[in-house]
Structure formats: structure tokens, C-alpha cells
């Protein structure tokens, strides 16, 4: 069955911190990957997405991805966070073009300290 | 333009009721899926819409039922609640019906006393 996985259940960083958030999943066919942020007390949005292409994906507020296939890995980084990127973080696979059926993984839930 | 709405946010059940919750995608987004989230089990993918057709179902048992309707609204029911149903039941409308690329609403917050 496809899964996803995410390392880091809580991270807490300084401001100016650098951030990396691993996400691994298991499925040997074509995919397409999403992180999706919920910053709190609001609704889930995309942060972004890999379809094809370059592996290296560029999305909202600083925020890229790296896609390495080879390693099913899907790596969510940012060079300096700051204390609004303090939000739970989701890393997502959508397999074979499976329209809006998403497997999510658990969750990572990022505080940043001022 | 206007997200996607759902209704009701907050509602309480008692075990053995029925429930319905309503979901109006972005306006011409005609795919609609459905998504559970509990705080042990995560997000999980209920069933998805296009066109009045269900094209996904997860892992639910048969209490979950949902449909979708010509202007792309979409209603889920789950009958016969028990305490494990309670949980945020997110809609989500989609831009592209075939890549996952969703835009999700705030959510029905259900809890089953």
C-alpha cells in the first residue's frame, strides 16, 4: 500500500534558523508531490508541488522542494524561517494521477521561537 | 474569488444519529474530494466527485456515503455515528481533476458524545 512518511513529528527552531523537513513514500510509479501548510486557526493550503521536471521546486513564502527519486524523497527546506512560518506542515503523494485522492503523511508541526 | 465553503463548522451528535454536511467548491472547480482528519489517524482520503461520478473511495465503511450534485456541490452523510467518527471533515474543490492539486475549505468540526 502507498504511504508517506514524515521524520520530524515537532521541530522547534530560532528565527534565522535553516529548516529541512524529510518526507519519504513508498510507491514505484509516476507521482505527483505537495506539501501543504495549515498555519493555525486556518484552513489547509498549498505551499508546493512537484509534477515533473525540475526536481528542485520553488513555492510560496521562501519555501523549496527537492525531489529525489531515487530515494522516494520529497524534502521540504527553507534557509531562514521566521516566527509566522510557525505552522503544521503536511507532505503529500497523489499516485498515477489519481485526481483529488491524496496520502498524506502524519504531520510536521514547526515552532519558531522570536 | 470565493473559497470553498463548507457547512456546518462546529455540530454535536449522539452515537446511532446521521449526519450530513455540505460542501460548495470554488466556483468552476467540477471535482470535489473528502478528507477525515483526527489527531491519531492524520488526514485520510474519504471520496471523490466529478461530474456527479465518484471516481475514489478510501477506506471507509459503508456509513460514509457522499454525492455530488449538477452545480458541483457536494454532500457527505455518515449514518449510524459512533464515538470514532468524530473528527475535521475537510472538502476540498480541485483546479485539475486528474493531479491533486487541491484547495481546501475550513472544515465541519463533528463530535459524537
Known amino acids: 500500500a502507498q504511504s508517506v512518511s514524515q521524520h520530524n513529528h515537532h521541530v522547534i527552531l530560532s528565527e534565522a534558523a535553516s529548516l529541512e523537513l524529510g518526507c519519504n513514500y513508498s510507491?514505484?510509479?509516476?507521482?505527483?508531490l505537495f506539501w501543504y501548510v495549515q498555519y493555525p486557526g486556518q484552513h489547509l493550503q498549498l505551499l508546493l508541488k512537484?509534477?515533473?521536471?525540475?526536481?528542485l521546486v520553488k513555492g510560496i513564502k521562501g519555501f523549496e522542494a527537492e525531489f529525489i527519486k531515487s530515494k522516494f524523497s520529497f524534502n521540504l527546506r527553507k534557509p531562514s524561517v521566521q516566527w509566522s512560518d510557525t505552522a503544521e506542515y503536511f507532505c503529500?503523494?497523489?499516485?498515477?494521477?489519481?485526481?483529488?485522492?491524496?496520502?498524506f503523511g502524519q504531520g510536521t508541526e514547526l515552532s519558531v521561537k522570536p | 474569488k470565493a473559497g470553498v465553503t463548507q457547512t456546518p463548522r462546529y455540530l454535536i451528535k449522539t452515537r446511532g444519529q446521521q449526519v450530513t454536511l455540505s460542501c460548495s467548491p470554488i466556483?468552476?472547480?467540477?471535482?470535489v474530494s473528502w478528507y477525515q482528519q483526527t489527531p491519531g489517524q492524520g488526514l485520510q482520503f474519504l471520496f471523490e466527485y466529478f461530474s456527479e461520478t465518484q471516481r475514489n473511495k478510501g477506506n471507509f465503511p459503508g456509513r460514509f456515503s457522499g454525492r455530488q450534485f449538477s452545480n458541483s456541490r457536494s454532500e457527505m452523510n455518515v449514518s449510524t455515528l459512533e464515538l470514532g467518527d468524530s473528527a475535521l471533515y475537510l472538502c476540498?474543490?480541485?483546479?485539475?481533476?486528474?493531479?491533486?492539486?487541491?484547495?481546501f475549505g475550513e472544515g465541519s468540526r463533528l463530535t459524537v458524545l
Open positions: 476540498a474543490s480541485h483546479r485539475d481533476p486528474n493531479t491533486g492539486e487541491l484547495f
Open positions: 466556483s468552476g472547480h467540477r471535482s
Open positions: 512537484y509534477f515533473s521536471g525540475d526536481p
Open positions: 503529500a503523494v497523489n499516485a498515477d494521477n489519481q485526481g483529488g485522492k491524496l496520502i
Open positions: 510507491y514505484g510509479g509516476t507521482v505527483n
